[in-house]
């Protein structure tokens, strides 16, 4: 870990192709920031991401990367952190990947406590496949495939989280960059899981959930005086239908991370011997 690092390490030679104005650029600058803030390089960073708009970002980002399947970024993510706890693992996901087909392993890494973080791009409605309401979105979100809405009340991913044991929770927004930035640090910074869901607004297929509607609702919870580590109070603001929050909800200063507590401390990819082309191809096949 290096205490001088330019977030701009982190930027690859990619352009995203992002729609102009989408809430993703601004999660990203704030994820990288983050890491540059926590003294950490791209060379021991692992970025984890699953399908959707929020997939993209390993590709845009410089650092070891790998893009999974639909849902199923989380099980990629623990398994580079224990394989190797030196590396600082980042997953990243939206709403539709990981509280709709990923919400199984959502709530098992959460209760896990793996140390890593994991940000949610939640834009409240599938962007990628071109407008469908999504596990966030509101009960009368009108698309072109729900003309009455979904008629039902929304997944509270705070709330999920906190039922399934975790030990940070935090929301952010893409629009505020230096406090999404000094979240995600925070959550980076955390003794095990990390969560933050990042309000990302989508500007193509979401005329609701706007950039204008979170800079006029959003309530930052340090204003308010709000102390993290009380789970009661924690639990209140989460529960709250009438107001959304930024800021860090809950942490719990206890913490122990999954790895700790199961003596995985050491890099098990390191080898004493030079595997040839052909041990590692045996290896492979052997995982399929």
């Given at each position: 870990m290096s205490a001088e690092v330019d977030f701009r390490a982190f930027k690859a030679d990619k352009q995203p192709t992002w729609c102009p104005g989408c809430g993703d650029f601004g999660t990203m600058n704030g994820m990288m920031k983050a890491l540059?803030?926590?003294g950490h390089t791209p060379d021991e960073t692992f970025i984890v991401a699953g399908i959707g708009c929020s997939g993209k970002i390993g590709t845009y980002m410089h650092s070891y990367a790998l893009h999974g399947v639909h849902?199923?970024?989380l099980p990629v993510g623990m398994g580079v952190?224990?394989?190797n706890p030196n590396l600082e693992v980042l997953v990243a996901g939206g709403d539709g990947d990981g509280y709709s087909i990923g919400v199984g392993h959502f709530v098992h890494a959460v209760r896990r406590?793996?140390?890593l973080t994991y940000v949610v791009m939640d834009n409240r409605i599938y962007g990628l496949t071109k407008g469908q309401y999504s596990p966030t979105s509101r009960p009368d979100?009108?698309?072109a495939t729900s003309p009455d809405g979904p008629q039902q009340p929304p997944v509270n991913p705070l709330a999920l989280a906190l039922s399934a044991g975790a030990t940070f929770i935090a929301q952010s927004f893409a629009s505020d960059p230096q406090r999404h930035a000094e979240i995600v640090a925070q959550a980076i910074e955390h003794e095990g899981f990390g969560f933050v869901n990042t309000?990302?607004?989508?500007?193509t297929f979401n005329d609701v959930d706007t950039y204008s509607y979170f800079r006029d609702s959003l309530v930052d919870v340090t204003d308010e005086g709000h102390d993290p580590t009380d789970y009661d109070e924690a639990k209140e603001l989460i529960l709250d239908r009438d107001q959304e929050y930024q800021g860090v909800l809950y942490q719990d200063p206890d913490a122990v991370p999954y790895e700790r507590v199961h003596?995985?401390?050491?890099n098990m990819a390191d080898l004493s011997e030079r595997p040839s082309a052909d041990e590692l191809t045996?290896?492979?096949r052997e995982l399929y």
């Open positions: 540059a803030e926590t849902g199923r970024a952190k224990m394989a406590n793996v140390d979100f009108e698309t309000f990302s607004p989508c500007v003596g995985l401390d050491a045996d290896l492979v």
